[in-house]
């Protein structure tokens, strides 16, 4: 079994990997206070409960593919795979590890792991020229050209963060929970909040994807473009430029980037 952890601002996501399969996931809330320890409890409480591991941590766990956006989250769960799973090769996403893509940006040591994980995996799965966008704390939309190589991307403010500011910067506003309104017209102030959010978002995406295809490709109809991320599916029906939708993106990435560089560990 491989253990997958992607951490991101707000959420950490985590994939039980049989082979290429996933058969288990979870999401729990990043927490940059938590120690080594804590993580090493929260995580035997999960994986405790599946029935193909034991009650140990650590057992039936083969290996441990890493990628963190919070740094002080990843040094903690550094500190896990050294002192709870020592005899279980785990490989953290940082520099020098091989993913296979090369990274074409003036400072390649800017890019976030998980936008270049999400690249490995679209290569993988639908290979170049491709667009991936992440529904994350930010919305991120990332670029692959037809050789596989990480051009690029685009980063705007994710959908949360949209409605929370709402809430605290709009005198008669409040936060509001994120779902598809009856109609585009509010007929209440809280309809309206979520009209401005889905179909807002939605004309975001159609409107940025279309601008990179034509940079990207010299046929923009030879894009692929992949959404990813928590709250992708509340645009999936509406963006008319998304072509695919793999919800397990990134940990897909994390597993191919492990078995690229197990083997030389």
Not at 149 to 162: D, F, M, T
Not at 179 to 195: D, F, L
Not at 234 to 256: N, Y
């Amino acid at each position: 079994m491989l253990l997958t952890i992607d951490v991101g601002n707000t959420h950490t996501v985590l994939g039980l990997f049989d082979g290429e399969d996933i058969v288990e996931h979870w999401r729990i809330s990043t927490d940059a206070r938590r120690t080594a320890d804590e993580l090493a409890v929260l995580l035997q409480g999960l994986m405790g409960m599946h029935p193909l591991l034991g009650e140990e941590l650590g057992d039936g766990i083969d290996g441990i593919a890493i990628c963190a956006t919070v740094p002080s989250v990843l040094h903690e769960l550094r500190e896990v795979t050294r002192r709870y799973y020592g005899d279980v090769p785990a490989v953290l996403v940082e520099p020098g590890v091989k993913t296979g893509v090369p990274i074409l940006t003036d400072n390649p040591k800017e890019v976030g792991a998980d936008r270049i994980i999400n690249a490995v995996a679209a290569v993988e799965l639908y290979g170049g020229p491709a667009i991936v966008v992440d529904f994350g704390t930010a919305t991120t939309f990332d670029a692959v050209s037809a050789r596989g190589e990480y051009v690029g991307g685009v980063i705007a403010p994710g959908i949360e963060i949209s409605v929370e500011a709402l809430g605290v910067k709009g005198a008669q506003l409040r936060k509001i929970e994120v779902a598809r309104p009856r109609s585009v017209i509010g007929k209440n102030t809280v309809e309206a909040m979520q009209s401005g959010i889905v179909y807002g978002f939605a004309g975001q995406v159609d409107g940025v994807v279309t601008r990179m295809a034509k940079e990207l490709a010299d046929d923009p109809e030879d894009v692929t473009v992949i959404a990813t991320g928590g709250l992708a599916p509340m645009v999936l029906g509406e963006a008319s430029v998304i072509d695919e939708h793999e919800p397990w993106l990134t940990l897909i990435g994390l597993r191919l980037v492990y078995e690229r560089n197990v083997s030389r560990m």
